[in-house]
């Protein structure tokens, strides 16, 4: 052969090999991209999203609620002013969020296993070590927001954070491990979607605008007491789907005592009651509205509840 066919051959015999590795490598960067793409999705399943949702939907409404009365009339009330004072809390409650319901899912790995197998954890999608830095980094990063911007009325979102991090801790964690405890938990998640929630952060939106003057005192009783209410609720269906894993990892909940169909005709009459309450006492505060504009969207409030009240009904039928 001469040295030109010699040559061919030879890089013949190249170029599939570096086909090969070429494939390998693209291979290999398609699996770490994958990897990469996978870890924020893993984060925000570990997060609970449906908290979250829950949380910015209560502080929002809370500061609405707050700001009612003097909508229109109040020198401090500008929109924009609002809106950062509202983010400020909300950012940092969000996080504390990730923080608890982190907690709670890294100390019920072993139930969870059984109840709620598809969980980063118990799914081998997050490790134990990955979800201690982001339930110790979330905590630590709502304690450096709210420092780091320290808008006026700061100690009442700081004690409403802090109480919120440590009823979260005892709920979950030993030794205390409230969960355990039927009244106890029932107690605290009251405590923290009622008082905590709804008292503390009308208290921070109400100092921090300077119009604590200006609205009724009673106005954050009448939410905390809604809330409180609705927390019951939440405590009492909450364990209804768990009741296997309870039981199996001793979890003495109220519907592993009672049964959970027991357990959610008793949260569904409270849920009733609830909604026929909130129905009836927007339907009078209509009748009494000083204007159109309040007397029709109290009006709107009232049919709503009903509404959930009827559609809650035809669920129970089916």
Same mark, same amino acid.
């Given at each position: 052969p001469t040295f030109a066919s010699k040559f061919v051959r030879r890089k013949l015999r190249f170029v599939p090999r570096a086909a090969c590795g070429q494939v390998v490598s693209s291979t290999s960067t398609t699996s770490s991209l994958e990897k990469?793409?996978?870890?924020?999705?893993?984060?925000?399943?570990?997060?609970?999203?449906?908290?979250?949702?829950?949380?910015?939907?209560?502080?929002t409404t809370v500061?609405?609620?707050?700001?009612?009365?003097?909508?229109?009339?109040?020198?401090?009330?500008h929109v924009v002013r609002f809106a950062c004072l509202t983010l400020q809390a909300l950012v940092p409650a969000m996080l504390v969020n990730v923080y608890i319901t982190g907690l709670n899912q890294i100390f019920d790995v072993e139930i969870d296993r059984q109840n709620k197998p598809y969980l980063p954890i118990p799914?081998?999608?997050?490790? @134990?070590?990955? #979800?201690?830095? %982001?339930?110790?980094?979330?905590?630590? +990063? $709502?304690?450096?927001?709210?420092?780091? /911007?320290?808008?006026?009325?700061?100690?009442?979102?700081?004690?409403?954070?802090?109480?919120?991090?440590?009823?979260?801790?005892?709920?979950?964690?030993?030794?205390?491990?409230?969960?355990?405890?039927?009244?106890?938990?029932?107690?605290?998640?009251?405590v923290v979607r009622g008082i905590v929630v709804?008292?503390?952060?009308?208290?921070?939106?109400?100092?921090? @605008?300077?119009? #604590?003057?200006? %609205?009724?005192?009673?106005?954050?009783? +009448? $939410?905390?007491?809604?809330?409180?209410? /609705?927390?019951?609720?939440?405590?009492?269906?909450?364990?209804?789907?768990?009741?296997?894993?309870?039981?199996?990892?001793?979890?003495?909940?109220?519907?592993?005592?009672?049964?959970?169909?027991?357990?959610l005709r008793i949260a569904s009459a409270v849920l009733k009651l609830l909604l026929i309450a909130t129905g009836f006492a927007f339907a009078v505060g209509a009748g009494t509205a000083e204007s159109l504009l309040r007397a029709t969207l109290r009006g709107a409030l009232a049919f709503a509840a009903l509404l959930f009240l009827k559609l809650l009904r035809h669920e129970e039928k089916k």
């Open positions: 990469f793409l996978k870890l924020p999705k893993t984060i925000w399943d570990f997060t609970r999203p449906h908290t979250l949702i829950g949380t910015f939907l209560s502080i500061h609405l609620f707050a700001v009612a009365p003097v909508i229109g009339h109040a020198p401090n009330l799914s081998g999608r997050l490790s @134990l070590t990955s #979800a201690w830095i %982001v339930v110790l980094s979330s905590l630590f +990063l $709502a304690e450096a927001v709210t420092m780091c /911007f320290q808008p006026p009325g700061l100690p009442y979102l700081q004690l409403a954070l802090l109480s919120s991090a440590v009823l979260g801790s005892a709920y979950s964690a030993p030794p205390l491990r409230l969960k355990r405890f039927p009244f106890l938990a029932a107690f605290s998640i009251i709804n008292m503390g952060f009308y208290a921070f939106i109400v100092d921090a @605008l300077g119009i #604590a003057g200006e %609205v009724p005192a009673g106005r954050s009783v +009448l $939410a905390a007491t809604f809330f409180a209410v /609705f927390g019951l609720v939440i405590a009492l269906m909450k364990d209804v789907p768990d009741v296997l894993g309870d039981r199996a990892n001793h979890i003495r909940s109220l519907s592993v005592r009672i049964g959970p169909a027991k357990a």
